[in-house]
């Protein structure tokens, strides 16, 4: 039986101002939980970049979600002008979420190291969870992200879903 090893990857701290991420957003300093409207839906938006242009969006059942047409409908929302990568997220209880991905120009993607750093950002920026590390279930494994607020995003998992 082959032993899975785990591995850490450090990300820098979530970049959030509106002209970085790129997202046109004038209401606030970041786009926390903002609204955008899809086919006359509004849709809770969390924006930020780890390294490319990311939105998370929190959902009540993220099965349900039909992920290649809204992911792509909000992915190339005209307030994202360069576009951005959307991550679903579910919160199970307060220190665990389940995420799935619409990866820009690739559509649905199984897991990124960004997107499941995002969906543990995202869920401690909105507060659905009161630590600094929650576990994102996604791409049929689980990992675990810490934000220490300052010292950048970090996430451990097993090497072959991180990609070692």
């Not at 920026?125 to 607020?149: A, C, D, I, N, P």
């Not at 995003?153 to 070692?164: H, K, N, Y």
């Amino acid at each position: 039986m082959k032993k899975s090893s785990t591995i850490t990857v450090s990300f820098a701290e979530p970049v959030t101002a509106p002209v970085l991420v790129p997202v046109k957003h004038n209401a606030t300093p970041a786009c926390i939980n903002d609204t955008f409207m899809v086919n006359g839906t509004p849709y809770g938006v969390t924006a930020m970049s780890l390294g490319s242009p990311h939105a998370a969006v929190l959902v009540d059942d993220v099965d349900s979600v039909d992920v290649p047409a809204l992911g792509s409908a909000l992915g190339s929302h005209v307030l994202f002008p360069k576009g951005a990568s959307i991550v679903f997220i579910q919160m199970l209880d307060n220190r665990t979420l389940k995420a799935r991905l619409w990866q820009r120009g690739e559509g649905e993607a199984e897991f990124s190291s960004e997107g499941a750093c995002v969906a543990g950002a995202a869920a401690m920026m909105l507060q659905k969870t009161l630590t600094r590390r929650v576990s994102v279930y996604m791409g049929g494994g689980v990992s675990l992200v810490e934000w220490g607020w300052g010292s950048g995003v970090r996430l451990t998992g097993p090497a072959e879903l991180l990609g070692a």
